[in-house]
């Protein structure tokens, strides 16, 4: 837990990629390989990052399967919890597209514009402003990887290809609502099953947010 009263506060609220599951088993990548440890360390302790991920979770779908992955229920009251905060960075969308949910990347970019509207009318800065947004559009899922067939149940090629033209419609959005983007498959891919972030891509993936960061924490650096 970062101690600095100064510190710029982000929230990091995702799936499993920001979890840190293996792409190779279960379990958990140490916090020094996780992306979102990686970005704690890159930024230094003038900077406080919180991280929100779970495995499965939806952008604001219920699951059949699982009951507590629908993630705009958690959202909110995530965000009183861990205000004041500089910034929100949200990285959703690769759930939504497993094949008992059928949807289309419209239909999840329009969900994630319900998060930009929580944190307008929820979450608050010291000063009382609104926290930053950053819309972080997922890796593309990889058919081709020798793992994906172990998880055919859930998604196929139609749900790789999609995953390819998520990332458009969420910078659509992130034009529409003026908030921050960018894309993590332009620097991060997925390991053997084709779904969860090979380690080696953590670290690059930290690297492009941290390039997100920095000038809005440096346009807001004399807020406290």
Not at 130 to 154: C, M, N, Q, R, W
Not at 163 to 184: M, P, T, Y
Request: hydrophobic letters at 35%; charged letters at 25%.
């Amino acid at each position: 837990m970062i101690v600095n009263p100064a510190a710029f506060t982000i929230l990091c609220f995702g799936d499993s990629n920001t979890f840190g599951q293996p792409a190779e088993g279960r379990g958990r990548w140490p916090a020094d390989v996780r992306w979102t440890g990686r970005l704690q360390q890159r930024l230094g302790t003038g900077y406080a990052i919180i991280e929100e991920g779970l495995g499965g979770r939806t952008t604001d779908l219920d699951d059949p399967d699982r009951d507590d992955r629908n993630g705009r229920k958690y959202f909110q009251p995530c965000l009183r919890s861990h205000s004041p905060l500089d910034m929100v960075i949200i990285m959703l969308g690769n759930n939504d597209l497993k094949t008992k949910f059928g949807r289309e990347t419209d239909e999840i970019a329009t969900a994630l514009e319900g998060y930009i509207d929580n944190i307008e009318h929820t979450a608050w800065t010291w000063n009382s402003d609104v926290p930053a947004t950053l819309l972080v559009s997922p890796i593309h899922l990889d058919e081709t990887k020798p793992g994906f067939a172990v998880h055919s149940s859930e998604y196929d090629t139609y749900s790789a290809r999609k995953s390819r033209e998520l990332g458009a419609a969420i910078q659509r959005l992130a034009d529409k609502r003026k908030v921050l983007f960018a894309d993590a498959a332009t620097v991060a891919f997925p390991g053997d099953d084709g779904i969860h972030l090979s380690r080696d891509s953590h670290d690059p993936l930290s690297s492009l947010i941290a390039q997100k960061i920095a000038p809005k924490s440096h346009l807001s650096s004399g807020s406290r």
